[in-house]
T-cell receptor
Framework: GAVVSQHPSRVICKSGTSVKIECRSLDFQATTMFWYRQFPKQSLMLMATSNEGSKATYEQGVEKDKFLINHASLTLSTLTVTSAHPEDSSFYIC????????????FGQGTRLTVV | GDSVTQMEGPVTLSEEAFLTINCTYT??????LFWYVQYPGEGLQLLLK?????DKGSNKGFEATYRKETTSFHLEKGSVQVSDSAVYFC???????????FGKGTRLSVIA
């Protein structure tokens, strides 16, 4: 199946700093990418939908100024957690849809963010 | 709105036992249905899918049949292995650009 690469897999940062997470579709073009957050032993919570070349659509309750999403090309979307705080510590997962296989969604490996 | 309900875990089984994880859905249209598996510390992997009624998805010994009349997509495996221990998510989507809607996940532990 198609491959989505998410980087880094783990990151530890200090409070107040910013962290960028990259999500790349390696062998297909993804017009739409999704960013999820997963709390321990819970399901995935959709944070935002990222469309190539346009602004991301954020879910209710997600701060767009804190979680900056950029989808500059058909193969890359980035999530930047700005001024991170310990409560932002979580597992972040991206997902990409293949524009030619509309029902399929592929997931990155996830990023474990720890803010100390 | 659209939603997915799956049985809550954790589910603990002995090796070679039969597995069923129930999943039902509510959708305004005709969704595609999926089962994803998440191993510890990893992202989600597509396990199987079905795009229309009566379709059966299968992979690695797992099966699920799209039942429109009961709005269900139950996951089954005849003989589980220790390596099947993971969290399983049932999900649906209605179109190519909409996000998947996930159930809460079911944690499966298989003991030798």
């Amino acid at each position: 199946g198609a491959v989505v690469s998410q980087h880094p897999s783990r990151v530890i940062c200090k409070s107040g700093t910013s962290v960028k997470i990259e999500c790349r579709s390696l062998d297909f073009q993804a017009t739409t990418m999704f960013w999820y957050r997963q709390f321990p032993k819970q399901s995935l919570m959709l944070m935002a939908t990222s469309n190539e070349g346009s602004k991301a659509t954020y879910e209710q309750g997600v701060e767009k100024d804190k979680f900056l999403i950029n989808h500059a090309s058909l193969t890359l979307s980035t999530l930047t957690v700005t001024s991170a705080h310990p409560e932002d510590s979580s597992f972040y997962i991206c997902s990409a849809r293949d524009r030619h296989i509309s029902t399929e969604a592929f997931f990155g490996q996830g990023t474990r963010l720890t803010v100390v | 709105g659209d939603s997915v309900t799956q049985m809550e875990g954790p589910v603990t089984l002995s090796e070679e036992a039969f597995l069923t994880i129930n999943c039902t859905y509510t959708a305004t249209g005709y969704p595609s249905l999926f089962w994803y598996v998440q191993y510890p510390g990893e992202g989600l992997q597509l396990l199987l899918k079905a795009t229309k009624a009566d379709d059966k998805g299968s992979n690695k010994g797992f099966e699920a049949t799209y039942r429109k009349e009961t709005t269900s997509f139950h996951l089954e495996k005849g003989s589980v292995q220790v390596s099947d221990s993971a969290v399983y998510f049932c999900a649906l989507t209605l179109s190519g650009n909409t996000p998947l809607v996930f159930g809460k996940g079911t944690r499966l532990s298989v003991i030798a």
